[in-house]
């Protein structure tokens, strides 16, 4: 079988490891890939956002089976694309897609529902935006509705920064035009959980439950990034807990999406919060997250092309879908300065470890070596009996991963840790 995975980052080359445990698959293309995942797969120069690019290589090749990973290729509708010219895809079309794509549908959605999440106000106009917020509770978050690579949301502690946040993004357009309309929400506290669920439109099957490290810096300081390191299973996701959100969010939510006639196929990303008054949605992402991917998959004991493919054919009641009873941990490697200035073209090597690694911000240079070419570059992934082995076995295998300005946190999964340790 030929494969095509769409996407080019650590979430894609975990997928791609994955789907070349099945023996049935032939030849794996990344589009476009990265130097690193080049090791795993060919790679394409063809952008993620490039759908007539996607089609006509799918087309070519004759690909049998399509993984689109990234939000903005399904957003954009490279599944419906593909689907018409007869290949078969894992991942949403877009009219499903649109619950990641706009802030404002998902929250209207959970509305409708009765779904729970955050309370919240929506506002296309500033003058009346800023009206609302004088005396709105505080602290605050401003949402901007649509995709902003994951940026678009500011927790304002006081009155002013909340009048600075709409103001930069429907009059400044920080985020460009998906600030143009903003979600004003409450603000929510409480241990927060990533869960990725198989789904086909029918069933949802939840698999084990996550937890990011957004912020740059141990302690959770410093600047928001696209994740700098994650566990699994999340220690705050209880059995019980788990039963409550598959009573009040996943099936609600798949109900709904069916209701509305945008069938959801792929993996659905739940962002909960485990508020005082019950698990709450945050956020939904149309696709698998990334870092989370990186210590989910590798739990996965059930062959991954397998599922997609009975998700693909809403075939997912007929499979059985196992973890394992482990732990994993993933630590990424940045490039020193990340998310602000950072330099590349470091050469990266990999010595003897015991972990997967999973490249992303890596490119080939001229002369035929691994270099660094983005913030974060690499994930290097340990499964082990407990939490607290597998963080030991991730930081010991991180240290044969080697460049220049390699930069990590060092606290990765230390929240989890003393969540067990409180019971
Ligand atoms: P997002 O980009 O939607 O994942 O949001 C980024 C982060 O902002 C989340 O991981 C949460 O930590 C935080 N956040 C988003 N919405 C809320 C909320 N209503 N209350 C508290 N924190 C929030
Ligand atoms: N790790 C969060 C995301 O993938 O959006």
């Known amino acids: 079988m030929k494969i095509m995975v769409v996407g080019g980052g650590g979430r894609e080359h975990a997928i791609i490891k994955k789907i070349k445990e099945n023996p049935n698959v032939t030849e794996i293309f990344a589009l476009p890939g990265n130097g690193g995942i080049a ?96 005396t709105a509770p505080i602290p605050t978050v401003i949402k901007a509705d649509g995709l902003a690579l994951g940026k678009g949301v500011i927790i304002a502690e006081t009155r002013e920064q909340a009048f600075d946040a709409v103001k930069s993004m429907m009059e400044d357009k920080v985020f460009g035009e998906s600030g143009s309309t903003v979600v004003i929400e409450e603000f929510l ?91 709450k949605v945050i956020e939904y992402n149309c696709r698998f997250g990334d870092p989370e991917t990186q210590v989910v998959l590798p739990l996965l004991k059930t062959d991954l092309l397998t599922v997609m493919q009975a998700v693909a054919d809403e075939k997912l009641r007929e499979t059985t879908v196992e973890f394992e009873d482990k732990s994993a941990c993933c630590v990424i490697l940045a490039s020193s300065g990340y998310p602000g200035k950072y330099e590349g073209g470091y050469e990266i090597t990999v010595g003897e470890m015991d972990g997967e690694v999973y490249f992303a911000g890596a490119k080939i240079n001229e002369e035929g070596k691994l270099v660094n070419a983005g913030g974060r570059v690499a994930g290097v992934t340990a499964t082990a009996e407990t939490l607290e082995k597998a963080i030991e076995k991730a930081y010991k295998a991180v240290e044969n991963v080697k460049f220049a300005n390699a930069y990590c946190r060092k606290d990765i999964g230390q929240k989890a840790l003393a969540a067990i340790r409180e019971g």
């Open 189 to 279: 506290t409480g241990p927060e959980v990533s869960v990725l669920a198989f789904t086909d439109g029918d069933v949802v099957v939840p698999m084990v439950s996550s937890m990011d490290h957004k912020r740059a810096l141990d302690g959770d300081k410093g600047l928001n990034t696209g994740g700098m390191g994650t566990i699994a299973p999340n220690p705050c996701y209880t059995e019980e807990i788990a039963e409550v959100c598959m009573g009040t969010i996943f099936l609600p939510t798949i109900h709904a999406m069916n209701a509305e006639g945008r069938k959801f196929k792929g993996c659905l990303y739940f962002g909960l919060m485990l508020t005082p008054k019950g698990p």
């Open 39 to 134: 090791q795993d797969a060919t790679c394409v120069p063809v952008g993620a956002k490039d759908i007539e690019g996607i089609v006509a290589f799918a087309v070519k090749e004759k690909i049998d089976f399509a993984v689109v990973a990234p939000d903005d290729p399904l957003v954009l509708g490279a599944v419906d694309a593909l689907e018409e010219k007869g290949i078969k895809c894992f991942g949403p079309r877009k009219n499903a897609a649109i619950i990641e794509g706009s802030k404002v549908f998902s929250k209207n959605l959970m509305k409708k529902y009765e779904i729970p999440t955050a309370q919240y106000e929506v506002f296309s106009d500033l003058e009346e935006a800023l009206k609302y917020l004088v």
